[in-house]
């Protein structure tokens, strides 16, 4: 990407947008039903990660793009790279979400840069979101966004590696239905989690791709449960595509009041990492 073009997308720093929704049990007995005892008990009525579910952009499917994705140039810079993935984030707990509850999302476009990457060019967007319940400011996140050109999977060699039982909490081995379901509750109509001919063909990942937030979903309430509190800091990042078929083997380094917590397949890679504090 040249520099013109970077500056092309400089218009984008700064644009804001708001959107409010409501927090309904409906909502939360299907985000329950989906990922069942993975999510950490002492939540109470709203559990952790549900925020992922809310404001979401309710857009029609003529203003979808060919991946599934709204076209570019709205909220969203207009990055002229074929694929775009959850790169990771970070989020602060400060106060609860509740139930009925309307919850106000205000986003604004933080940074856009460019990097060179072994893959390529990749453009970065980074974007603040503030999560509100009325005045109270209840969630503060930090989302990266990364941008890429579509490059053929590299071939791997990986030797099994024995699971470590001093970090390892729990497996569970994700299927079509599970990536549909969470689709669903955020809206989420990005092709390579349900049709595996464009994912495979068109995206060239081996597989279906296990979504960013899922895994994000896992580790924040893995997280918690090892604190047995809400994370006050919960950092996280994308390290590589898991596609199906595959094992998620969900583990914890605790240190005292912090931690860091991954996912892993059963060859020992590593997709996604987060690290985590207390208040």
Same mark, same amino acid.
């Given at each position: ?12 720093? @700064? ?104 893959? @390529? ?159």
């Amino acid at each position: 990407m040249t520099q013109l073009d970077l500056d092309a997308l400089k218009p984008w720093l @700064g644009r804001t947008e708001t959107k409010e929704d409501v927090l309904t049990p409906g909502l939360i007995d299907k985000f329950r039903a989906t990922f069942g005892l993975h999510l950490w008990e002492g939540a109470g009525d709203v559990p952790l990660g549900i925020h992922w579910c809310l404001t979401l952009d309710a857009v029609s499917g003529s203003s979808l793009s060919e991946d599934g994705h709204s076209k570019r140039g709205g909220f969203l810079p207009p990055v002229p790279l074929p694929a775009r993935m959850w790169a990771g984030g970070d989020i602060t707990h400060i106060a609860p979400l509740e139930i009925g509850q309307t919850v106000t999302r205000r986003s604004t476009i933080a940074d856009i840069t460019v990097k060179q990457g072994r893959s @390529g060019t990749l453009v970065f967007v980074d974007v603040q979101h503030t999560f509100l319940r009325g005045t109270q400011v209840c969630i503060q996140e930090n989302q990266t966004i990364v941008y890429r050109d579509i490059t053929a999977p590299k071939s791997e060699n990986l030797l099994a590696v024995a699971p470590d039982s001093t970090t390892l909490k729990s497996c569970l081995t994700p299927d079509p239905v599970l990536l549909f379901r969470f689709s669903a509750l955020t809206f989420n109509a990005h092709r390579i989690h349900y049709d595996h001919t464009y994912a495979t063909e068109t995206e060239a990942y081996s597989g279906l791709v296990v979504h960013g937030p899922l895994q994000a979903t896992l580790l924040l309430n893995l997280a918690a449960s090892a604190l047995k509190a809400s994370p006050h800091k919960f950092t996280f990042r994308g390290l590589a595509p898991l596609t199906l078929p595959c094992e998620i083997q969900l583990n914890c380094l605790e240190d005292g009041h912090a931690g860091t917590v991954w996912c892993q397949d059963s060859f020992g890679k590593r997709s996604f990492s987060a690290d985590y504090a207390a208040a």
